[in-house]
């Protein structure tokens, strides 16, 4: 089967399309619940959560259809040089095509060029593709939270230097 993939940054009519993405991702993990991204304000706003110099949201759209996204912003409540990867989530449709590493590496490079030192990540412990995912591309498990993102469902903290 052929492929048309495309990343780009997310445009204010994409927000219906990946707050579904975000829902219906955690729906089937069974973590559709309070203190995680299902229950954010800004997972039905994405385009407007990403208006900051230094935050941005990619989506990936495969077949011209939107299947997964992920953005950096800056750290809530953190130092001002870590960002946070935020709400990369994908279709079924979308895994084992490689859109995760090609989200995480254009996530990266926008952190290291908006002069950010660290990148930080929350997810749950069973989500274990992604912390996988996240290792291969230098993430490392951490003790401890850091800032205060109120993902406090999300007990699986890594970081990475950039």
Not at 3 to 11: A, G
Not at 32 to 43: F, L, P, Q, R, V
Not at 76 to 87: F, V
Request: glycine share 6%; proline share 1%.
């Amino acid at each position: 089967m052929t492929y048309n993939i495309e990343l780009r940054e997310i445009q204010k009519k994409d927000n219906d399309s990946i707050a579904k993405i975000i829902k219906s991702t955690l729906e089937e993990l069974n973590v559709a619940i309070e203190g995680t991204a299902y229950t954010d304000s800004e997972t039905n706003a994405m385009f407007e959560a990403y208006t900051h110099k230094k935050s941005i949201y990619y989506v990936v759209t495969l077949n011209h259809e939107i299947v997964a996204g992920c953005g950096i912003n800056k750290l809530k409540n953190g130092k001002s040089d870590i960002c946070e990867l935020q709400k990369m989530y994908m279709l079924p449709k979308a895994r084992g095509l490689k859109i995760g590493k090609q989200l995480i590496l254009k996530c990266i490079d926008f952190a290291k060029n908006s002069g950010y030192k660290q990148c930080y990540l929350e997810t749950f412990p069973g989500m274990n593709a992604a912390i996988n995912l996240y290792k291969k591309n230098g993430f490392q498990i951490i003790d401890k939270a850091l800032g205060n993102t109120s993902h406090y469902s999300c007990n699986v903290w890594m970081l990475k230097n950039l």
